[in-house]
């Protein structure tokens, strides 16, 4: 499997570092030069340095012939331009977006677009700890 994750913070270097030592083909995106450092020693893929919504960065990484694309920087709107670029224009069938605003990611779903929302998935484990349902 091929995965190019756009982001290389925490969750991107973790997600990045387990995926290629689990032997999966991996390019990670970053802006940052300084985010690779978070990468594990064993780490064997891609790294590229550029924009996440720039075409070329992107097919630099290997877009076009990506199983899975993770979009995780911090910025939700850079996400989800990242993530319809990846859907849309290089036609990958899996993308998942992170999306920290619960407002926009109801929006990005509507869209199409499959979100991961930290901020729900929080509230969620904090209400189940708690034992309070959310009203329907």
Do not use: H
């Given at each position: 499997m091929k995965a190019v994750i756009l982001g290389c913070g925490r969750v991107g270097s973790l997600l990045a570092s387990f995926l290629s030592e689990s032997g999966w083909q991996v390019a990670v995106v970053d802006s940052n030069p300084e985010s690779f450092a978070g990468l594990s020693d064993g780490f064997n893929g891609v790294q590229v340095n550029g924009r996440i919504t720039d075409?070329?960065?992107?097919?630099?990484?290997?877009?076009?012939?990506?199983?899975?694309?993770?979009?995780?920087?911090?910025?939700?709107?850079?996400?989800?331009?990242?993530?319809?670029?990846?859907?849309?224009?290089?036609?990958?069938?899996?993308?998942?977006?992170?999306?920290?605003?619960?407002?926009?990611?109801k929006a990005y779903r509507e869209l199409g677009i499959q979100t991961i929302c930290p901020t729900e998935l929080e509230l969620d484990l904090v209400r189940r700890e708690l034992g309070v349902q959310p009203k329907r």
């Amino acid at each position: 499997m091929k995965a190019v994750i756009l982001g290389c913070g925490r969750v991107g270097s973790l997600l990045a570092s387990f995926l290629s030592e689990s032997g999966w083909q991996v390019a990670v995106v970053d802006s940052n030069p300084e985010s690779f450092a978070g990468l594990s020693d064993g780490f064997n893929g891609v790294q590229v340095n550029g924009r996440i919504t720039d075409d070329d960065t992107l097919r630099l990484a290997g877009l076009e012939s990506a199983d899975v694309v993770v979009v995780l920087t911090s910025d939700d709107l850079s996400n989800l331009m990242a993530g319809q670029l990846a859907l849309r224009r290089f036609g990958r069938q899996k993308v998942l977006v992170r999306v920290r605003d619960p407002v926009k990611a109801k929006a990005y779903r509507e869209l199409g677009i499959q979100t991961i929302c930290p901020t729900e998935l929080e509230l969620d484990l904090v209400r189940r700890e708690l034992g309070v349902q959310p009203k329907r």
